[in-house]
């Protein structure tokens, strides 16, 4: 089961008790996906998605208008059914989350998130949980193999105009979403691994938020282990290539000169490198009873003699 799956079935167990609620959320979800047809004179609408968000959704309809919703499933896609409405109730329904206008004449739909739905706060959430059930996907890192998924929340909308208005909604809650065309598709996402966490908190999926904290925190420690090994690691190199350095050029003086011909300081320098090569400055000289910096003068002092022997 991913990530987003886990996070409705989540959402999903939380009771709503306002009406007014139930219904911004149902506007929400009927907007990522609702078909709306005429049948016999009487308008309808279906929605495609998973078995256990339908279910909740055809609740939230039931203890609003009574209405028994038809769950048709396929058993060649598991976990994925079709909610239908064709009812002298769906009518309403579609009219009370604003997205349905009617007359003796003439039937329209809105593009619009009508004010009335989003005026409280809490409708404005019921509205966005609605759209995530609808066409929300999360996305996490994956710890136990090697992934390139970073963090990424999106809502998916088919209308230019609603996305943007509820890019609005959105942000109204201090989150900066942005917004991209996906084929026929407009895309509302964010991809802050914060602004996703407090984004699940936002719509209740607090145990998600949890995991996902942790997930952020163990990602935060393997970063910084991968760092501190690839630091301890560059130093290594670093210290290899300096000892061969040194070593080289000592070569060189003994070749030509003799160590017994150099400053008895450079000469202890000189036998403790050749002494112990795989040591790094520091612990050489702790050996050696001085400063590293005295230490790297004297190597120093050594290479700039084998370079004028090699001239």
């Given at each position: 089961m991913n990530f987003s799956t886990k996070t409705k079935n989540e959402i999903i167990k939380r009771e709503i008790d306002k009406k007014c609620c139930k219904i911004s959320l149902l506007s929400g979800f009927l907007r990522t996906g609702a078909v709306i047809e005429i049948n016999g004179g009487?308008?309808?609408?279906?929605?495609?998605?998973?078995?256990?968000?339908?279910?909740?959704?055809?609740?939230?309809i039931n203890s609003c208008y009574g209405d028994e919703p038809v769950i048709k499933t396929d058993a060649s896609k598991e976990q994925r059914a079709c909610?239908?409405?064709?009812?002298?109730?769906?009518?309403?329904?579609?009219?009370?989350?604003?997205?349905?206008?009617?007359?003796?004449?003439?039937?329209?739909?809105?593009?619009?998130?009508?004010?009335?739905?989003?005026?409280?706060?809490?409708?404005?959430?019921?509205?966005?949980?609605?759209?995530?059930l609808g066409s929300g996907t999360v996305t996490v890192p994956n710890m136990d193999k090697p992934s390139t998924t970073g963090y990424h929340l999106e809502f998916v909308f088919s209308k230019k105009y609603t996305a943007k208005q509820f890019c609005d909604l959105y942000s109204s809650f201090d989150f900066f979403?942005?917004?991209?065309?996906?084929?026929?598709?407009?895309?509302?996402?964010?991809?802050?691994?914060e602004a996703v966490n407090d984004t699940l908190t936002l719509l209740g999926a607090i145990n998600s938020s949890?995991?996902?904290?942790?997930?952020?925190?163990r990602k935060e420690i393997k970063n910084k282990l991968n760092r501190a090994m690839?630091?301890?690691m560059s130093n290594m190199n670093k210290s290899i290539d300096s000892s061969?350095?040194?070593?080289?050029?000592?070569?060189?003086?003994?070749d030509t000169i003799q160590l017994e011909n150099l400053d008895k300081n450079l000469q202890t320098v000189a036998k403790a490198r050749l002494e112990h090569e795989d040591l790094s400055l520091s612990q050489l000289a702790q050996i050696l009873d001085i400063s590293k910096s005295c230490l790297s003068h004297r190597l120093r002092k050594i290479r700039e003699i084998a370079k004028e022997l090699e001239e």
């Open positions: 009487m308008v309808g609408f279906s929605v495609v998605g998973e078995i256990k968000v339908l279910k909740y959704i055809a609740k939230i909610l239908e409405v064709f009812s002298y109730e769906s009518a309403k329904i579609l009219q009370d989350c604003k997205i349905l206008e009617l007359d003796d004449e003439t039937v329209s739909l809105r593009a619009d998130i009508d004010g009335v739905l989003v005026k409280n706060a809490c409708c404005k959430i019921a509205f966005i949980t609605g759209v995530f979403p942005k917004l991209i065309n996906r084929k026929d598709t407009y895309v509302v996402y964010i991809k802050n691994a949890l995991a996902l904290t942790d997930i952020i925190m690839n630091c301890e061969f350095s040194d070593r080289k050029a000592i070569q060189v003086i003994i």
